[in-house]
């Protein structure tokens, strides 16, 4: 089965009809606080547990489980565990929460961050040149680092797997302590 998903208008016509809706974001606790829908709730992608995500459902269980994180890629990530888990009912929703803005949808704004995008970006960029420095300076087995980083990078884009975005979600300047919970009620 694959998974299932939806665009903005259609999720904000469902939240619009005042019916309870379970809806997930999947992104890194410090993205989350940045700007998130209203009614969303912070699971991040590393640390979701779909028994636990269920068991705490608003909506009555024969209702969809929403996913959203920033783009899309990681709310179908998510959406693929609760698939493996046996849950076949939650959707994607298109585009994340960057289309929601785009499309001029309520949400919730807090604290401007770093995307963690752009922290792959300065990690990786800065890798790159601190292996060429080292090679010209030092050693020419240095260079093995830039193709080491940009190696990575290339199979990050094929594969859509990034092994330094997940390390870097983990650091602790990415995490907030306590949960977060919101009801379902548009916000300007």
């Not at 974001?25 to 590393?46: G, K, M, N, Y």
């Not at 929601?100 to 919730?108: C, D, F, K, S, T």
């Not at 983990?170 to 009801?183: A, T, Y």
């Amino acid at each position: 089965m694959s998974v299932r998903s939806t665009n903005v208008h259609e999720l904000h016509r469902v939240i619009a009809c005042g019916s309870p809706v379970d809806l997930i974001d999947v992104r890194t606790p410090v993205e989350f606080e940045e700007v998130h829908v209203a009614c969303a709730w912070s699971v991040p992608l590393d640390r979701l547990d779909v028994k636990a995500v269920l068991s705490q459902r608003k909506a009555p269980a024969n209702q969809p489980l929403y996913v959203i994180c920033k783009g899309g890629t990681r709310g179908a990530k998510a959406c693929e565990k609760f698939l493996a888990a046996g849950f076949d009912n939650a959707i994607n929703v298109e585009g994340g929460t960057s289309a929601w803005i785009q499309a001029g949808l309520p949400v919730v704004r807090g604290q401007k961050s770093m995307s963690l995008e752009r922290q792959v970006r300065v990690a990786a960029g800065s890798l790159v040149l601190l292996g060429a420095v080292l090679g010209w300076l030092f050693h020419p087995a240095f260079f093995g680092l830039s193709a080491f980083v940009g190696a990575g990078l290339v199979f990050a884009g094929i594969t859509d797997f990034c092994g330094m975005g997940l390390l870097i979600a983990r650091m602790p300047w990415n995490q907030r302590s306590g949960s977060v919970s919101c009801s379902c009620e548009t916000k300007a």
